[in-house]
Nanobody
Framework: QLQASGGGLVQAGGSLRLSCAAFESAFSIYTMGWFRQAPGKEREFVGAINWSGGVADYADSVKGRFTIFRDNAKNTVYLQMNSLKPEDTAVYYC????????????????????WGQGTLVTVSS
């Protein structure tokens, strides 16, 4: 139900925009989240955006560099990543909240029910 795209290889300091397309009619009532998993590490929260796109929450490690926004008309959520660092290298996953009309403070994997397949972001130094 979720398809992530946009990953690739980028130099440190560069930018990438990830997209996550949802294939369900109720997309607009759910909080959407982004997580990432680096090699040998556990999956971690990156950010989340509420159903309307009006409120977003970010992990401290990406705050000020990453921006999440959504286009409900296109059933798509985006992750704009600027000032990328080698430590941002990971597989990035989008996910849909388990409950509708939740806020943006949804930082636990268990709060999400559907996951995209992941898209690899590699940042070279």
């Amino acid at each position: 139900q979720l398809q992530a795209s946009g990953g690739g290889l980028v130099q440190a300091g560069g930018s990438l925009r990830l997209s996550c397309a949802a294939f369900e009619s109720a997309f607009s009532i759910y909080t959407m989240g982004w997580f990432r998993q680096a090699p040998g590490k556990e999956r971690e929260f990156v950010g989340a955006i509420n159903w309307s796109g009006g409120v977003a929450d970010y992990a401290d490690s990406v705050k000020g560099r990453f921006t999440i926004f959504r286009d409900n008309a296109k059933n798509t959520v985006y992750l704009q990543m600027n000032s990328l660092k080698p430590e941002d290298t990971a597989v990035y996953y989008c996910a849909r909240d388990r409950n509708w009309n939740s806020g943006s403070y949804r930082r636990l994997s268990a709060e999400y029910v559907y996951w995209g397949q992941g898209t690899l972001v590699t940042v070279s130094s």
